[in-house]
C-alpha cells in the first residue's frame, strides 16, 4: 500500500498518521525498512533453538536436552547404535541367496 500510494486510513474513517504521510513521501526507504523489520521479527519467532533428530519416529538427539548439537562423529556413533538396535537378531545370522 506504500507503494502505490492507497492509504488504508480513509477506508476505516480515520485520521491519517504521520508516520503514513512520511512512508509514503519516502517510498523507498520505506519499503525496505519494512522489509528489514518484518524479517527480524520473522527470525526472531521461529528460532527456538530447537534441533530435533528422529529415527523410525524414535527422538534420538534432542539439543534442547543436550544443550549442543551433535559432531558428525557423535551423530554418526548414535545412528550407527540405533540402527544396530532396530535390526533382527534372527535375521542377522541367515545369508541372502540369489
Do not use: R
Not at 44 to 50: D, E
Amino acid at each position: 500500500m506504500v507503494a502505490t500510494g492507497n492509504n488504508p486510513f480513509t477506508f476505516l474513517n480515520m485520521d491519517t498518521p504521520g508516520f503514513w504521510n512520511w512512508a509514503v513521501e519516502n517510498k523507498i526507504y520505506a519499503c525496505m525498512m519494512l522489509f528489514f523489520i518484518s524479517n527480524a521479527i520473522e527470525t526472531q519467532l521461529i528460532s527456538t533453538g530447537a534441533f530435533e533428530i528422529t529415527l523410525n519416529d524414535m527422538p534420538i538427539w534432542s539439543k534442547l536436552e543436550s544443550g549442543k548439537v551433535p559432531q558428525y562423529h557423535e551423530l554418526i556413533h548414535i545412528l550407527e547404535q540405533n540402527m544396530q538396535m532396530t535390526i533382527d537378531p534372527s535375521m542377522s545370522s541367515q545369508t541372502v541367496q540369489s
